[in-house]
């Protein structure tokens, strides 16, 4: 496995912006697409070699990880994309290895993670990075409950090491997983102390629970505020006013 990262750096990607995964062997595959920066393609071409990519795996259709395709298909014309909603078998040859795909919704309903299955590796997308902290979209079908649900289940195979979309790998994924979950749970309980303390909306639970934030980061931590909310909606334990959100 060679980790070639998609040079694309910015507030929301972090500092080495996306990971992409090449798989070389039998079958060369690359996990994630990157987004069509043409030295990202160059590096995979390099180190294909004389092999052709076989096969693209895409953790979930955000454009900093699918946005790439339409550039690697122009250079491999017979690549096979291989993503949620499209078949997808249960064991998929990628390099000279088999993975396993795991629908893993929560940061996103379509996201997949890849489980290599002989070295016990996880290619985990936007499930868990270190670094900075995974947002969970309400807006655009982040569910929070259904995140915690895809921890647990990650968690369940101890996996021996995370390969995620942003940042360095994870050696100690089941450390990764529960301090995910810890700081959920963490946050719950300022949303709801700040709900408590007369902020009604969205923006306001955000600036007392955040703080100050640039303008990108405060609609995705507004985001994530809301996701929490509507967890909180669903448990019975908040619920829509004419003037915000109220506990229960």
């Given at each position: 496995m060679l980790l070639l990262p998609a040079n694309n750096q910015?507030?929301?990607t972090g500092p080495t912006g996306?990971?992409?995964?090449?798989?070389?062997?039998?079958?060369?595959?690359l996990v994630d697409a990157g987004v069509g920066d043409p030295s990202h393609l160059d590096a995979v071409r390099s180190a294909l070699g004389t092999a052709s990519l076989a096969r693209v795996l895409i953790t979930h259709n955000h454009p900093d990880h699918a946005g790439g395709l339409p550039a690697i298909a122009a250079r491999w014309p017979g690549v096979r994309v291989i993503r949620f909603g499209d078949p997808m078998d249960e064991a998929i040859e990628a390099g000279d290895?088999?993975?396993?795909?795991l629908h893993t919704p929560g940061h996103s309903p379509d996201h997949v993670c890849f489980f290599d299955t002989r070295s016990r590796d996880l290619y985990c997308g936007d499930l868990v990075r270190t670094g900075g902290s995974i947002v969970i979209p309400a807006s655009k079908g982040g569910n929070l409950r259904h995140y915690l649900d895809s921890l647990a289940r990650v968690r369940d195979l101890s996996p021996r090491r995370l390969l995620p979309g942003h940042g360095p790998i994870i050696d100690d994924p089941i450390a990764a997983i529960?301090?995910?979950?810890?700081?959920?749970?963490?946050?719950?309980?300022?949303?709801?102390?700040?709900?408590?303390?007369?902020?009604?909306?969205?923006?306001?639970?955000?600036?007392?629970?955040?703080?100050?934030?640039s303008p990108v980061?405060?609609?995705?931590?507004?985001d994530t505020v809301l996701a929490h909310l509507v967890k909180?909606?669903?448990?019975?334990?908040?619920?829509?006013?004419d003037d915000g959100w109220r506990l229960t």
């Open positions: 910015s507030p929301w996306n990971n992409t995964y090449l798989l070389k062997g039998a079958v060369p595959a290895t088999v993975l396993r795909p529960d301090g995910y979950r810890n700081h959920r749970m963490q946050r719950e309980e300022e949303v709801i102390a700040a709900v408590r303390g007369g902020s009604l909306l969205p923006e306001q639970i955000t600036a007392r629970v955040y703080g100050p934030l980061l405060t609609a995705a931590a507004a909180l909606h669903d448990e019975g334990r908040a619920f829509v006013s």
